[in-house]
Structures are given as C-alpha cells and as structure tokens.
C-alpha cells in the first residue's frame, strides 16, 4: 500500500459533462501519486457516481473561504464547462465551482482544467454540434485566454498531466507565474501589445487579425 502522506492533496471540482466521464476517470485512476478530494456540483449526479470511489467528498464553505482550501496542493477541473468559464472569465462567482476557481487562484494554488467541454473546437464539441459559429468560438477562446493569464492552466489531459503528478519544485512555481506556450492563448488585444504570435495559441479573431494586416 503506497503511502498516502506521500501523495498530493488534489481537489477536484465536477459539474455535469457532455462527454468523456469515464475516459477520464480511467486515467485518472492511474495517477497514484495523487490524494483525491471531490467536490461536487448540484448537476454531477452522474459524474459522481463515477468518481466516488475516487476518495471523501470535500464540503465548501463560501463563509470561510480563505481558509476552506488549506488542505489542498492543487485543483482539478477534469469538465469545465462554458457557463463556468463565462463566469470565472468575467469575474463572477455566483456558482460554488466558480468561488473555489477564483479562490484558489488568490491563493496562487495550481488550478488545471480540461478543456474538452468549454473549447469549442474540441472533438467532442464538433461531434455535438457546437463548434459551428466562429464567433462564438472566438469568444470562448477569449475566456480561455483570461483565466489562463489569471493563471490557470487549461488544456488537453496529455499536457496537464505532468504538472499535476509533479507540482513542487522550482518548474511548478515557473508554470504558475508564466503559462506554458501550449494553454495561453494570443488575442487580438495581445498582438496590438506587442507579443508575438509564435508565443501561444492564436484565436480566431487574431488569425483574422494577422491575415487582414497582410492584405493592407
């Protein structure tokens, strides 16, 4: 039996998930080193019946969130959703999932989150439909782009995977203060600042962007 004070206190945070809940919890059953906690969102029926044996079920306290987190090394957000994105992105926190985003982040604590269901141009969004509108594509990637410069990480599992089972140490406190090239995205705001396209991921309106530049 491995030792569990040896593991990292990870919380992780469900809300109800279009796709993938099982995918994703086989490979996070893999990831030992981790000490799990869950919350639970009032819409994760499903999600939980899949994760609870995952390990004890974690109660917020909006009351006392300053201190409701201390246990804990890091945050998982294995489906992060457009609602919460929206919400997070733009600086509120009516929902529990939004409040301990927003809290973990002042208390500069590693937040990682999937992005299989807010990416709009994720498989599983095109197999459901909503990639079509690139505006809104646009916008999603502009929300992705805020919390990522608030600094989370926010990506596919193969890139966040390494930074949950290694989170201590030198390269963590690096990953933290600047986001890796791979989860930041470029805004058109950003080109006009200066930062050059090679140093993330473009949106669809700084592609529009760049490519209307060249015309002119």
């Not at 639970?40 to 969130?65: C, H, L, M, Q």
């Not at 193969?158 to 930074?163: A, D």
Request: glycine share 6%; proline share 4%.
């Amino acid at each position: 039996m491995k030792d569990i004070a040896k593991k990292t206190p990870t919380l992780i945070v469900l809300n109800n998930a279009n796709g993938y809940v099982i995918e994703i919890a086989n490979q996070l059953k893999t990831w030992e080193t981790l000490d799990w906690s869950i919350y639970r969102s009032k819409d994760a029926d499903i999600e939980y019946s899949v994760f609870k044996g995952f390990g004890p079920t974690f109660n917020w306290n909006k009351k006392d969130s300053a201190f409701s987190l201390n246990h804990f090394k890091q945050v998982l957000y294995p489906f992060l959703d457009s609602a919460t994105l929206a919400e997070i992105a733009n600086g509120l926190s009516m929902t529990p999932q939004a409040q301990i985003f927003q809290t973990a982040l002042m208390k500069s604590m590693p937040v990682y989150a999937l992005d299989y269901q807010c990416n709009l141009s994720s498989e599983l969004n095109e197999l459901l439909g909503l990639s079509g509108n690139e505006k809104m594509r646009a916008l999603v990637n502009e929300q992705i782009s805020t919390i990522t410069n608030l600094g989370a990480t926010v990506g596919p599992l193969s890139s966040i995977r390494e930074m949950l089972l290694h989170p201590t140490g030198e390269r963590m406190t690096k990953e933290r203060s600047t986001p890796s090239h791979k989860s930041k995205y470029i805004t058109v705001s950003d080109l006009k600042k200066g930062t050059s396209p090679s140093e993330g991921i473009l949106t669809a309106l700084a592609i529009e962007y760049i490519n209307e530049n060249k015309k002119a």
